[in-house]
């Protein structure tokens, strides 16, 4: 099998079915590119939603700030939608939500940590824009394998060499034609397929339909004259032999790699390429990969379970306590009632209803299998980056928290009440919807987020799920870094620059800046020391 050979040397054993089968992605896209209408289409084929729509309000709700509220308020939708499973020509699809709003960048690099691919979504009329472009940085530091799927070739769209340009430059990444368009705007009359030498053509009178996909012989096959018009035709044979003596050959490995991005050319509407992106994901996107920890690498067909939490998800019922921890099975076949052992505190915990994610439902897991995303509810003992596993004390590396680049101070509106808001800005720390931090000096908590809107869904959750009212407040720190160094410098530095300090939720020390002139002062005054703007969380 291609993707076995490729991902795991020629030499190595083959991967247990159930896990070789596996292909857990996300998709990546600016806003409005179109990704709520593709999961969509690829939850409908895999047959995880009856009708389309289901998603659809979900990206809707994102528009506006207080649709966006409102839905903070329904998380079941959103936690139903953050992880969702599916079958498809055999492969059983694990398809990781990330959150599209710019503000929630940090989550969104989180899960990125929890798949093994990403689908990358451009729209054809605009080409890689901003947030794509930070999304396939975050890809590219852990070289994920893209594949990318061009999207509203219904609609005038830029021109396909222009487009395959654009992406080679801006991404430094080889660009393959995994598709070729025929037409576009409203003459778009569908795809050259060049992986399967396929005709795909699209219906335009069922927007839910699977397109008319035609065997032919070859560009060269006179079945084609009666299905594209003679000038389209002209102009496909020209583009495709162009093509085909300009652009590098699909080579699998180096997709796998990170270095080479297949391009389908579609229309998520119009349900139009889904098929082949589907086909593509299960063909060039790798089975579960080895995950790195502190002591040593751990590979999906290990026995033991193994996996950690990339997403914490709270109150989803506010008059529940409940939360949800998204776990991702890196290794072994897991099963429910599993005693698995919380490596952080050191405690053994029975995983009695597991849930599993089948799109619009949630639904007990009796088991799964690396590479997996399976949710367990709990009271607050699953942070993100814990790792649970059959005994090993294993430290899952490499997921991020960053330092925050906006903060503010927070205080009770009932100062009788702040005992509940030193327990929900804990909380919020933990599930890392913000960075919370206590000053040294001063009663005022600090919180730190990405993006503003984050301050208003604090804000209104902490009304909302604890009956508190607060106030946010300027502070005179506009940044934050974590310190590292020896003991001894560690505490000289605090004592000399109490007004700056802070710890975070963890107890970790934090230095608070002013301006980018505190941050090279430490650097020249203190050379032992580091600060870091992001912290892994272990
Ligand atoms: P997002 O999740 O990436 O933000 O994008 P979403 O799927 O919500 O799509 C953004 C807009 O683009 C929607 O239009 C959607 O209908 C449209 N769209 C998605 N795929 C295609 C496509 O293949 N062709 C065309 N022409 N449009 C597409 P909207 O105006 O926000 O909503 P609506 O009124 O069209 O439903």
Not at 24 to 41: M, Q, R, V, Y
Not at 142 to 153: G, H, S, Y
Not at 232 to 248: N, S
């Amino acid at each position: 099998m291609l993707d076995e050979e490729n991902t795991r040397g020629r030499n190595a054993a083959p991967l247990p079915p159930e896990i070789a089968r596996r292909r857990t992605f996300a998709i990546i896209s600016h806003p409005d590119a179109g990704k709520t209408t593709l999961t969509e289409k690829l939850l409908l084929y895999g047959g995880a939603i009856q009708a389309a729509g289901q998603v659809r309000a979900k990206g809707e709700a994102r528009r506006t700030r207080s649709d966006f509220m409102k839905l903070e308020q329904e998380r079941g939708i959103s936690v139903s939608a953050s992880a969702m499973s599916f079958e498809w020509g055999g492969y059983w699809l694990n398809l990781v939500d990330t959150p599209g709003h710019e503000d929630f960048s940090e989550d969104t690099y989180r899960t990125l940590t929890a798949v093994d691919a990403a689908i990358m979504v451009i729209d054809g009329a605009k080409g890689v824009e901003s947030q794509t472009r930070k999304l396939f940085e975050v890809c590219r530091l852990r070289d994920l394998p893209i594949l990318t799927f061009c999207n509203k070739m219904d609609r005038e769209s830029r021109d396909t060499f222009e487009i395959i340009d654009e992406i080679q430059e801006m991404l430094a990444l080889d660009v393959t034609p995994a598709s070729w368009p025929i037409g576009m705007g409203r003459d778009f009359l569908g795809a050259y397929d060049l992986i399967g030498d396929r005709l795909e053509l699209m219906s335009r009178a069922d927007r839910n339909r699977k397109a008319e996909s035609l065997a032919i012989q070859g560009l060269e096959d006179p079945a084609l004259a009666g299905h594209v018009p003679a000038d389209q035709l002209e102009t496909l044979r020209e583009e495709v032999e162009m093509a085909r003596g300009l652009l590098p050959a699909l080579d699998p490995r180096a997709v796998l790699e990170g270095h080479m991005t297949p391009i389908w050319f579609g229309s998520a509407i119009n349900s139009f390429g889904v098929s082949e992106l589907l086909a593509g994901i299960g063909r060039l996107a790798p089975p579960p990969q080895p995950r790195r920890t502190l002591s040593r690498q751990v590979t999906a067909d290990e026995d033991k379970v193994s996996g950690f939490v990339f997403k914490v998800q709270a109150n989803m019922d506010p008059k529940h306590r409940d939360r949800v921890a998204f776990l991702r099975l890196c290794s072994g076949h897991f099963q429910r009632g599993m005693k698995l052992r919380h490596v952080r505190t050191a405690k053994q915990m029975a995983i009695s209803s597991p849930v599993l994610f089948l799109a619009a439902e949630r639904e007990t897991a009796e088991d799964a299998w690396a590479g997996d995303i399976i949710g367990i509810p709990n009271h607050g003992q699953l942070r993100i980056g814990d790792a649970l596993t059959e005994g090993e004390d294993l430290r899952f590396a490499g997921i991020p928290a960053f330092a925050p680049e906006l903060l503010q101070a927070v205080r009770a509106g009932d100062p009788m009440k702040a005992k509940h808001l030193d327990k929900a800005l804990m909380q919020f720390a933990e599930e890392g919807a913000a960075k919370v931090f206590k000053p040294t000096i001063g009663g005022a908590w600090i919180v730190g987020v990405v993006g503003a809107l984050q301050f208003d869904v604090l804000a209104s959750r902490i009304e909302g799920e604890y009956g508190l009212p607060v106030r946010l407040e300027q502070t005179q720190f506009s940044g934050a870094r974590w310190i590292t160094g020896p003991k001894e410098a560690l505490e000289r530095f605090a004592a000399q620059n109490k007004g700056h300090m802070a710890t975070d939720h963890d107890g970790d020390p934090v230095y608070l800046t002013r301006l980018q002139w505190d941050i090279d002062r430490v650097g020249r005054d203190w050379p032992d020391l580091t600060l870091s703007a992001t912290k892994e969380t272990l």
